[in-house]
């Protein structure tokens, strides 16, 4: 079977997919944010806009580390209508498969019943 004349996916099934991506996408930013908060809360240091301060761990400073790590919640706000959309499609997308794994139950239970 070649690649190029395989028959394209419904678009029920590549939903999924493109949901996924944008989630990805949209939630990557607060990746970094989230590790220099949990750093943060877990070496006792602290962090503000005003600069850095030493944070010594293990005989290095990662003052500098925690404050770039935390400065990107910044980036987040003009994220955040994405981000609820893409929780919003994520919740959409479930109660859409739930409704269809649903039906198919009816079907498959009205079949057995003729």
């Known amino acids: 079977?070649?690649?190029?004349?395989?028959?394209?996916?419904?678009?029920?099934?590549?939903?999924?997919?493109?949901?996924?991506?944008?989630?990805?996408?949209?939630?990557?930013?607060?990746?970094?944010?989230?590790v220099g908060i949990a750093l943060t809360s877990l070496t006792g240091c602290t962090v503000n806009e005003a600069g850095t301060r030493p944070c010594p761990v293990a005989g290095h400073d990662i003052g500098d580390l925690l404050y770039a790590l935390t400065m990107t919640g910044w980036l987040l706000i003009p994220l955040l209508p994405f981000m609820a959309l893409t929780l919003l499609l994520t919740v959409l997308q479930g109660l859409l498969m739930v409704v269809e794994a649903w039906r198919r139950r009816q079907r498959r239970a009205s079949r057995g019943r003729r």
């Open 1 to 34: 079977m070649n690649i190029l004349t395989t028959a394209p996916t419904s678009p029920s099934r590549r939903r999924p997919r493109v949901i996924l991506i944008l989630l990805l996408i949209t939630w990557l930013p607060a990746l970094p944010f989230a």
